[in-house]
């Protein structure tokens, strides 16, 4: 089965467009699972799956978030992936990227060692960096167009022939994808952008969209700007506002309280 | 001592430009180290360095071929990074970058958790997500400019009001470089656009040069282009033609020969 009939499936089958941000944080998970548990951190992650895998099609993974504990990271990381339910869509959200040779090896970690669904992958280094990736014809690489934060205007808005960076990037992701395997990240605080990002893409390319939730993006912007016709093909992701509502005993209960209800104000403008 | 003291002395003492990439790959190494070695990557490394370290200032492990190696590689690149004598360079090149909130876990993993005197960052993301890796006053981050790769050109080179966006993206690191930390990232291959971005980036920011050798670039095109007006400030980095010189048992010392040849060689157009 590939990405998009994966994806295809699990929204169906959960009747969601929601993604949820499994990035751990030693700040801010429950204080009472250090004292209950070795292993906090895939505890944490077990129970907040455990509580919203029937309201979301995706779980993301924030790299940094498991690479800054270091090689115990690293176990905390494949722990969470495996726990995952095997119908719903893993993405490794790791933004990486290098030359052609070098590119290989992140796609070989990440689509094989990790077994990921679909990764995040910086455009800057161009066509040949990405490639590498999209060989992995089941899988699909959200290619960075236009990201979620205050910055991303730096570069990614510059006038190229008096079109942003962030079109051009889209119209070469959309050459790209010539085996149905390419998706683009949108953050959902330029809705105006994501509309034109839609615009170009044409209705068959997912868009991976950060930043609906403790970031600031409006989700009826967001979803009507965001899906194609038929009310899909996009993926909406909130991490903190869902996996950090509570900090009590009880945190799952309100992540699943709060999962739920992002997935039915998204369904609202679908 | 911040990374400028560190890099001016060990160019000093070993009198050479010359960073050695110890990029690890299982097709290779010597066969006989798998025979001989329970962690034959690690003894690869550690004879690399033995061999190389007079004459080298730095190392540079591209982060792609440690986490192909999953769990084991982190283990791989940690014992590398200790066994790197002290007064030497260490660069993680790993291209990361993120929204700010998430750049800080990167900064922390790579300076704190790894050690790292310097590392890469992928500029698309834009200020902010570039500002976390700064906070780190005494080490160095080279942002990505101008990659040495084939397609860099269908980004890099946009027209920007006429100017290609690496030239965009070099005034903004010398306009980032408050605190006298910021370096480029500028491939050999392209010695015309290195000449153009030294300029830009003036006398003391350093440029990490790779694509010399087994990627074809010119070494006195890049010393005559790369380096400011005292012949510094510039790293050079070669991975492949150094220490996969030989295959065989001697590859230490092949890798020695060919480590201590292209250092006199840059040493010639300084």
Redesign the interface.
Known sequence: MNFKEKLTRIVKKNNSLLCVGL?IDKEKIPGHLFKMSTTPYVEFNEMIIDATANFVCAYKL?M??Y??F??QG??IL?KTISYIPKDIIVILDG??????N??K??A??LFE??NADAVTV????????VLPFLEYRNKCSFI?CR??????????N????NNP?YE??AR?IKEWDNFGNCGAVVGATYPDELKVIRGILGEEIPILIPGVGAQGGDVEKTVKAGTNKDGEMAIINSSRGIIYASKDEAFSEKAKIQAESIRDEINKYR
Chains 1, 2 share one sequence.
């Open positions: 990035d924030n940094a978030f690479e800054v270091g090689k690293f176990e494949e933004k990486r990227n290098d030359i052609g070098t590119a090896m992140y070989k970690s060692g990790l910086n455009p800057y280094l161009g066509k040949d960096s960075l990201t979620s934060n205050p910055s991303a205007v730096d570069f990614q510059l006038a190229v022939s960076l051009i990037v070469k």
